[in-house]
Every structure is written in structure tokens, then in C-alpha cells.
């Protein structure tokens, strides 16, 4: 098993910058992926980034592409991501995910963090 804990969410007014960081714990040697995915009021869930864990390489959303930067810390088990110039469409429950290798889904999730981007 693999638990995930998000920090960092909050309130920020547009065109401002805000950082989430995940920690993983518990099995984590056959991490392949790990990514980033929001879900905003009345809407379904959504991928935003993702990176994976052996060699650092990136995937965005269209919608973020520029803006947001998923990072990783193999030493802490952890990934973050910067995200700048928001825009009040970015406001959502953000949550960290990981995929273990050979597995097609994403099996393990955080619990979710805020972010409210204002006006």
C-alpha cells in the first residue's frame, strides 16, 4: 500500500502563484507515475500533470501547460507543483495520485487539498 498526503492549498487571488507538495509512503519502490488531478464543483475529476518517478519526464493538461511545474524529490518521496498565473478556472480540490508500474490506473490518491483562486 501507498499513502499519499497533499499540503499547500489556500486562497489566492488571480495571476498569483501557490506550491502543493505530496508526500508517498509506505511501498513505494514500484511507483511509476505520480501526478496531479483537480475536480471543481459540478464537474468530474480532471488530470493536470503527471511525472514519473524514474526518470523525471512530464505530462500536462492543456489548460496548465506553462503555467504549472510538477517536480519530484526522490530522496523525500515526495513531487510538488508550482503552479503561477492563476486564474479563478484553476479553483478546485486538488489531489495528489500514483500509479505502480504495470498497473494502467491509479490506484492510490490523497485526500485533497483547496485551492480557491479569487477574482
Known amino acids: 500500500q501507498v499513502q499519499l498526503a497533499e499540503s499547500g492549498g489556500g486562497l489566492v487571488q488571480a495571476g498569483g502563484s501557490l506550491r502543493l507538495s505530496c508526500a508517498a509512503s509506505g511501498r513505494t519502490l514500484n511507483l511509476y507515475h505520480m501526478g496531479w488531478f483537480r475536480q471543481a464543483p459540478g464537474l468530474e475529476r480532471e488530470f493536470v500533470a503527471r511525472i514519473t518517478w524514474s526518470d523525471g519526464t512530464t505530462n500536462y493538461a492543456d489548460s496548465v501547460k506553462g503555467r504549472f511545474t510538477v517536480g519530484r524529490d526522490n530522496a523525500k518521496n515526495m513531487i510538488y507543483l508550482q503552479m503561477n498565473s492563476l486564474k479563478p478556472e484553476d479553483t478546485a480540490v486538488y489531489y495528489c495520485?500514483?500509479?505502480?508500474?504495470?498497473?494502467?490506473?491509479?490506484?492510490?490518491w490523497g485526500q485533497g487539498t483547496q485551492v480557491t483562486v479569487s477574482s
Open positions: 495520485a500514483a500509479r505502480s508500474l504495470g498497473i494502467s490506473e491509479y490506484g492510490y
